[in-house]
């Protein structure tokens, strides 16, 4: 069973983004090849859903999933933290073995 869960912060987020650019109807969360442990997140607005995507909806917000990428990130829960001056998405993925120091990559 393939689930992506988002919290109420990242919704609320994502919702305030979404408005701020005028258009879209979601976020496509996706993998890419990149940094020192091999895969990295990656988040763009969606406007225009692909047939193949798989879509979670959590707290009247859209997330577009590529089923490629489901593979690595199935059971992920997308949060929106502040930590210090700094604030940003963070996925706690429960396939993740190994993340580089810097925090930009992860291994599965």
Do not use: W
């Not at 992506?4 to 005028?22: D, N, T, W």
């Not at 489901?70 to 993925?93: A, C, H, P, S």
């Amino acid at each position: 069973m393939n689930t992506i869960s988002i919290s109420e912060r990242a919704a609320s987020h994502i919702a305030r983004y979404l408005e701020k650019r005028g258009k879209g109807i979601g976020l496509r969360l996706g993998i890419k090849t990149t940094g020192c442990s091999g895969l990295a997140y990656k988040m763009e607005y969606v406007d225009e859903p692909r047939a193949e995507d798989l879509l979670f909806e959590q707290h009247g917000v859209k997330v577009f999933v590529d089923p490629e990428s489901m593979q690595y990130i199935d059971g992920t829960q997308v949060d929106f933290v502040r930590e210090g001056l700094n604030e940003g998405f963070k996925f706690v993925n429960p396939n993740e073995k190994a993340s580089c120091g810097c925090g930009e990559s992860f291994t599965v």
